[in-house]
């Protein structure tokens, strides 16, 4: 199962590859990675899409936990969260198809960013279950580009990750 | 108080107490040398390899308990460190580097001497720092102590590029009283509820089994250990690590545990039903396969590195904290409860504990004409009354050392286990010297292994340390050997060691006394000789049975109670 871990981490340089080196020196997997700024400018949140079985997990956890640079974390998929990706899907879009792609966009409540004879660039938020649907639907011989964020997620109700 | 970075450092160091600095100047780091020179408080020890230096520090650091400090200057200097650096972090060591940069203007240029040491050393350090700005070097070097020698120990390696120790650029100084890191609590106290679980269980045990290692040398808990041991009358045994921190010597010690651990240690391993383990990480040098560890046992674990809880072996009640305040609080709880260990069942378990006693495992040849390596440990164990600090290297010496030298106090055995550096012996028994200048100190090792950092004879002639090398040379990197033996049918493949130096000669030639021993009987002659030499280093090349292995042994892909012990001892017959 995939486990989606929050951090907060103190917004120094080297503190993304102390993370990611700790990955690949314990030979962990990483799905998706994504990092940015938050309100307070000395701290960055980390969203981190892994998975492996339930000691790992929690070795993985402790691993972190221990970096100097972190400062807290939360595997939020223990808990009733929410969990977005943005993706954006450059395809092709001619003729006969090109009704068929923007109404499937639509049904996957996607937005059209960009329009040219020939393409689309569709972007699309959601759980990545249905990022994978849709570049399915689409199909394989449709697609020219992708381009995703990774997941990024928040805990529901009033509990949050803050320090 | 306006001082330049350079100037800084140096205080930095004196308002830490520092004593010593291991180091090797260069380019990035002139300015810092400047401004040592200008004081007298810190001394600098000139190693000559960089990877003396750390080696110096640590061995300093295991010894007293203090971090070590070293210096070192940028590219080669910083990388030729990294050995060191690795050998302390696999064993906790507390240790502070401070290594030169190229100056920031040019940092990402491939300037001269520019290593990415940060980099480099990051999976190998407890934390590391690159410094960009004066103002704020001081309360860095505090945060390096602090986080070096608090928690789980390891080495902080603070990188400081030229231009910041400027000489011409003077911020003002203070040294910061305290720190506290937002990111950073180590856990001290255990949770009161889960040690009470602790207890009782140990209390229910009827075959139990002490197993305790590095983390009590580290967090200085050995009085709390012992007394703890004694009052329950249990059978302990110690990790490579642990050696000392429960007197070696008392009956209630089974001997060392693991890949050459005793018999009696091994078996009692296997056949516990409650397995207290605390400051050890559950090696893969213990366990053997894991899925055969200790298989009837329940298992208690104390470590103050919660990562170290769960990590190889699943856990029933971990404990995260201090070893010493969770050992107190132990003690307090079992003083105060009104059960007592089950006498009828201990005393039935000790029974079973010497029977495998008996086998003598780590029994050899005391007759023999040539010198067999662990008769040489012996004597020494003798002659110094088990009191002088031992330091090693890596291969059969190191296990023949953990295994007859029975250190009744922790702190005395010095050397690599984690990482298993070669050339880790002779530097670290400098540094220990260095720490307590008037204390016997040896140096047991192989002629593979000294020959890696043997340029440090001259530190040690410099500082006229005066350090024993007990050499134990059978001319082949012994352990690797024995494993060519065993399992590639004797096919010793790179593991002669053809042009050996005359070692005797060597040794005067960097100033110190070298003798030659190839018979038995000169052994001790030879070691009271080096012994009655309190100022001088004296290095005793002995030639030793080369083909002497090291037993027991478990082997690769064996469960912890099989093991491979030494021909002519015969399970069967003997325990019959
Ligand atoms: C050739 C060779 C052969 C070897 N054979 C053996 C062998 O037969 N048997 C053997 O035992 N080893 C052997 N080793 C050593 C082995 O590789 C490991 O280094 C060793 O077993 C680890 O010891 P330890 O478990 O005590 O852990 P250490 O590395 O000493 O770790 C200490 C543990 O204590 C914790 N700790 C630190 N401070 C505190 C504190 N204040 N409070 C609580 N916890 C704390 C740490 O978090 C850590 O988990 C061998 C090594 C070599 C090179
Ligand atoms: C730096 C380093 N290189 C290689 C090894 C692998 N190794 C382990 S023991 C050993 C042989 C050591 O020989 P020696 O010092 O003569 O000791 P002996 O085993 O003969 O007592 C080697 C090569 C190591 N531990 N460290
Ligand atoms: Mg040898």
Redesign the interface.
Known sequence: MSHIISILIENESGALSRVSGLFSARGYNIESLTVAATQDPTLSRMTLVTSGSDEIIEQITKQLNKLIDVVKLIDISEFTHIERELMMVKTRATNGGREEIKRLAEIFRGNILDVTPTTYIIEITGEKSKLDAFLHTVGEENIIEVVRSGTTGILRGERGLSV | MELSGGEILVQCLIDEGVEYIFGYPGGAVLHIYDALFKQDKVKHILVRHEQGATHAADGYARSSGKPGVVLVTSGPGATNAVTGIATAHMDSIPMVILSGQVPMAVIGSDAFQEADI??IT??CV??NF?VKDVTKLAATIKQAFY?ATTGRPGPVLVDVPKNLTDPRVKVPYEYPSSVS????NPHVKGHRWQIKKAVDLLLAAKRPMFYTGGGIVLGEASAELTELTRLLGYPITNTLMGLGAYPGTDKQFVGMLGMHGTYEANMAMHECDVLFAAGARFDDRITGIIAEFCPYAKVIHIDV???SI??NV?VDIPIVGEVKLVLAEMLELIKASDKQPDAEALAEWWKQIDTWRGLDSLGFDRNADVIKPQYVVEQLWEMTHGDAYVTSDVGQHQMWAAQFYKFDKPRRWINSGGLGTMGFGLPAAIGTKLAFPDADVFCITGEASIQMCIQELATARQYRTGIKIVNLNNGYMGMVRQWQEFSYGSRYSQTYLETLPDFVKLAESYGHVGIRIDKRSDVRAALEEAYRQKDRTVFLDFHTDPTENVYPMIEAGKAHHDMRLAPGVNIDTELA
């Open positions: 940060v980099g990051r999976p407890k934390h690159l986080l890191l937002r990111s950073y590195d919660p990562s769960s990590k699943r």
